[in-house]
């Protein structure tokens, strides 16, 4: 954390007394609080200094705590125009992309056309140096640690827990992150998703889309082909997007995570109802990455022209000695007698192609009428 007396001096807001949306100095990148009803505000209804909850436990990025000028400075302040606009060049992705988290109970390379590794599983602290760095450092090797085809593409992900979401932002810049991701031929990376907690103030969730996009634009400007990461717990948090897209014309791909609160129908359909307005609004077409989410294959497929889906269930399932089978439009996971340690190699590309295409069929049949809903 940046603790730069002076910084934190022109960061620190003037005058900030009340918790009023109408007196926020925030109020225009935040966009505002929804409750559902008509009174209170973020700071109201979830900060220490209003509701009552321990102080102590609170880890909030919030203007009554006193280490809040510290998180300005590490930041560079809550704001957003002072970034640079991001030029994505055009990705040709896959309806559905494998994650591969090792190598572990595999013997031969697995040749698939694209696959995804979570960053944090390819940047890592060193035991023996304490240094954080790439667990390979040229393209060929780092395919050889995850016992990948030399031709396979990598796209890299950012959701991960917390703690290595936390551990990438203080170690990033020290490290040059970006510049070690640079040399291994990655094909496009997603931007890291800090949390968007419901029992915050705004100014938390400011915070964290800052930190996201300073990173993005970190790896943008080393080279990388890069994803945004669209958070989004308030009405305005998509107005956000929606500018941040129409200032960034080139950027068409975009990212966002159904396997924590978007995981419930109810809250993921909006998410993707939402993604649509803002694909309306620019007009121009989205290419949503679903990371998790394969129960909303057909409820995406009918309002986006490509889309595709990425998650580690073929990966699991083969670990577990479980192959896919597919009857009726549906798939199922059987269990199969495996020698103690032996390889799963053919389980896992058999899982791979059956759940893949199992994914393509249920869009085309969406798309076809089959399936509205």
Same mark, same amino acid.
């Given at each position: 954390?940046?603790?730069?007396?002076?910084?934190?001096?022109?960061?620190?807001?003037?005058?900030?007394?009340?918790?009023?949306?109408?007196?926020?100095?925030?109020?225009?990148?935040?966009?505002?609080?929804?409750?559902?009803?008509?009174? =209170?505000?973020? %700071?109201?209804?979830?900060?220490?200094?209003?509701?009552?909850?321990?102080?102590?436990?609170?880890?909030?990025?919030? *203007?009554?705590?006193?280490?809040?000028?510290?998180?300005?400075?590490?930041?560079? =302040?809550?704001?957003?125009?002072?970034?640079?606009?991001?030029?994505?060049?055009?990705?040709?992705?896959?309806?559905?992309?494998?994650?591969? #988290?090792?190598?572990?109970?595999?013997?031969?390379?697995?040749? /698939? *056309?694209?696959?995804?590794?979570?960053?944090?599983? &390819?940047?890592?602290? @060193?035991?023996?140096?304490?240094?954080?760095?790439? &667990?390979?450092?040229?393209? #060929?090797?780092?395919?050889?640690? %995850?016992?990948?085809?030399?031709?396979?593409?990598?796209?890299?992900?950012?959701?991960?827990?917390?703690?290595?979401?936390?551990?990438?932002?203080?170690? @990033?810049?020290?490290?040059?992150?970006?510049? $070690?991701?640079?040399?291994?031929?990655? @094909?496009?990376?997603?931007?890291?998703?800090?949390?968007?907690?419901?029992?915050?103030?705004?100014?938390? @969730?400011? %915070?964290?889309?800052?930190?996201?996009?300073?990173?993005?634009?970190?790896?943008?400007?080393? =080279?990388?082909?890069?994803?945004?990461?669209?958070?989004? &717990?308030?009405?305005?948090? /998509?107005?956000?997007?929606?500018?941040?897209?129409?200032?960034?014309?080139?950027?068409?791909?975009?990212?966002?995570?159904?396997?924590? =609160?978007?995981?419930?129908?109810?809250?993921?359909?909006?998410?993707?109802?939402?993604?649509?307005?803002?694909?309306?609004?620019?007009?121009?077409?989205?290419?949503?990455?679903?990371?998790?989410?394969?129960?909303?294959?057909?409820?995406?497929?009918?309002?986006? $022209?490509?889309?595709?889906?990425?998650?580690?269930?073929?990966?699991?399932?083969?670990?577990?000695?479980?192959?896919?089978?597919?009857?009726?439009?549906?798939?199922?996971?059987?269990?199969?007698?495996?020698?103690?340690?032996?390889?799963?190699?053919?389980?896992?590309?058999?899982?791979?192609?059956?759940?893949? #295409?199992?994914?393509?069929?249920?869009?085309?049949?969406?798309?076809?009428?089959?399936?509205?809903?």
């Amino acid at each position: 954390m940046i603790r730069n007396e002076k910084r934190r001096a022109e960061l620190r807001p003037q005058g900030f007394e009340s918790p009023s949306c109408n007196g926020c100095q925030w109020r225009k990148d935040c966009g505002g609080f929804h409750n559902g009803r008509l009174i =209170g505000n973020c %700071f109201e209804e979830t900060c220490c200094e209003f509701t009552g909850k321990d102080k102590d436990k609170c880890n909030a990025v919030c *203007p009554y705590k006193n280490d809040f000028d510290d998180w300005l400075a590490d930041t560079m =302040g809550l704001q957003f125009d002072d970034l640079p606009t991001f030029a994505q060049p055009i990705l040709d992705l896959p309806v559905y992309i494998p994650v591969i #988290d090792h190598r572990s109970r595999r013997v031969a390379p697995l040749n /698939w *056309p694209v696959v995804s590794l979570t960053t944090y599983n &390819v940047l890592r602290m @060193h035991r023996g140096s304490g240094e954080y760095r790439a &667990v390979s450092n040229d393209p #060929d090797s780092l395919r050889d640690h %995850f016992l990948l085809g030399k031709d396979t593409k990598i796209v890299l992900r950012g959701v991960a827990r917390d703690s290595q979401l936390e551990r990438y932002w203080e170690n @990033h810049a020290a490290a040059a992150a970006p510049a $070690q991701l640079a040399r291994l031929n990655i @094909h496009a990376v997603m931007g890291p998703n800090f949390s968007h907690f419901l029992d915050v103030p705004r100014t938390d @969730h400011l %915070f964290n889309k800052r930190r996201q996009l300073l990173c993005l634009s970190d790896l943008h400007a080393a =080279g990388m082909a890069t994803v945004p990461h669209l958070n989004a &717990v308030m009405p305005g948090d /998509w107005r956000f997007w929606t500018t941040f897209l129409q200032r960034n014309s080139s950027v068409r791909v975009v990212a966002i995570e159904f396997q924590t =609160g978007n995981k419930n129908p109810t809250q993921g359909k909006k998410a993707i109802e939402h993604l649509a307005t803002v694909q309306n609004s620019i007009r121009r077409p989205l290419h949503p990455v679903l990371v998790g989410g394969a129960q909303y294959v057909e409820f995406v497929s009918t309002r986006f $022209q490509q889309f595709t889906l990425t998650d580690s269930t073929p990966f699991i399932k083969a670990l577990h000695r479980q192959k896919v089978s597919r009857t009726d439009g549906k798939v199922a996971w059987k269990s199969r007698f495996r020698l103690d340690r032996q390889d799963v190699d053919e389980l896992l590309i058999d899982n791979i192609r059956g759940y893949s #295409d199992w994914i393509e069929e249920r869009a085309r049949r969406a798309r076809s009428g089959a399936i509205l809903n």
